[in-house]
């Protein structure tokens, strides 16, 4: 069963729709319900906004710059157990370097496509290019405009928010949950390519030279002080490293919108119905909050109402996020990552095939 709800945006009467094999049933809404609804979030918002004035630069944005710090200074030592012939400590370095290119690529790509760095809107530009394009091998102008303006703008809205970053129907559900995402280190820059083609020269070139940058970078540093003696070898470890957290990355991906109720882009629901309705929580997992952020695990229902906080304070505004929409009868959806992948394995079909077509790429979740 495809679900697609849809409410009225101006003050007549509307309704809900819920598409039942082909039958529509309608759920009436009044007037008065969407000025509360917008009420609704304007509170939640000044709730959130008054914690956020009273909470340190620390915990706005300095927990998060120092895990991404801490990121980019482990690299040195993996580079360095990445010299040794010994399995162990080979392993130790493949391990390390995977662990901080998952951090860095994605915890800090998405904060970086939100301006969550730093309040200068010059510095969140540069720290914008250099993590999608020189760390993840994307396309900044790409990643901001799918994720932003169009991911975040129209979350779960059908022909456009709708999409997860990867949505292969062709492929077989082992094959696209467990084996196809190993690509993505591979496929990710051949689409950002794809989609700066047809811009300015200038965005061109930028492109192209900061994503050769970034894999060159890594390339010299594994022949010149991992010690690395042939191409392939190389090229192989960067692969196994910038593989390594792209299962859960897909997974997650797809886990927290599809599924959940989608809606009509001719009749809109208000801001905070369509976010409590299409995003959904993951529970804490010590390893997926620190590499890719609790905006994308624990706090996804936080980060998607209100996009422009860091990874720290979706945490701790989260309390009183699902206390007010406990308060309101809204939902707060959670559950659990194994809960999840039970679903999309058994729903294949229903959930990723037949689901409505992708019109708009979402670059960076």
């Given amino acids: 069963m495809q679900r697609v709800l849809t409410q009225q945006d101006d003050g007549r009467t509307g309704g809900d729709e819920e598409v039942r094999g082909g039958s529509v049933v309608k759920n009436g809404a009044t007037g008065g319900d969407k000025a509360e609804k917008d009420s609704m979030m304007m509170e939640l918002t000044r709730l959130v906004q008054n914690l956020v004035k009273e909470s340190s630069w620390w915990e706005r944005r300095g927990v998060d710059c120092s895990i991404l710090a801490a990121a980019f200074l482990c690299l040195p030592l993996a580079f360095l157990l990445l010299r040794s012939s010994q399995l162990l400590w080979l392993s130790m370095g493949v391990l390390l370097m995977g662990v901080a290119h998952a951090v860095i690529t994605v915890k800090g790509t998405h904060l970086a496509s939100h301006g969550a760095l730093s309040e200068s809107q010059a510095w969140g530009k540069f720290w914008a290019i250099f993590f999608i394009e020189i760390c993840g091998s994307f396309s900044a102008q790409a990643g901001v405009q799918g994720h932003i303006k169009m991911h975040h703008a129209h979350t779960n809205i059908i022909g456009l928010g709708d999409s997860s970053v990867w949505k292969v129907p062709s492929l077989s559900r082992t094959v696209y949950l467990f084996v196809a995402p190993l690509a993505v280190p591979v496929i990710t820059p051949l689409v950002a390519l794809a989609q700066v083609k047809g811009r300015s020269l200038a965005l061109l070139v930028r492109t192209v030279v900061n994503i050769t940058l970034g894999l060159y970078s890594q390339y010299w540093l594994l022949t ?3 010690g690395f003696r042939s191409m392939h070898s190389a090229l192989l470890c960067m692969l196994v490293c910038r593989a390594m957290f792209s299962v859960p990355f897909i997974h997650v991906n797809i886990f927290q919108h599809i599924g959940l109720p989608m809606f009509s882009s001719t009749c809109r629901p208000k801001r905070i119905h369509q976010m409590t309705h299409g995003v959904l929580n993951l529970p804490r997992n010590l390893l997926l909050d620190w590499t890719f952020g609790h905006s994308l695990i624990n706090c996804h229902v936080e980060h998607h109402l209100f996009p422009f906080l860091s990874d720290n304070m979706c945490l701790k505004v989260k309390p009183l996020v699902s206390r007010y929409l406990a308060e309101k009868q809204l939902p707060y ?22 689901a409505p077509p992708i019109t708009e790429l979402v670059g960076v979740q």
Avoid: A, G, P
């Fill in 224 to 226: 010149n002080i991992s």
């Fill in 333 to 354: 959806q959670e559950e659990r990552y194994l809960s999840r992948l039970h679903l999309f394995f058994h729903k294949y079909q229903e959930l990723m095939v037949f």
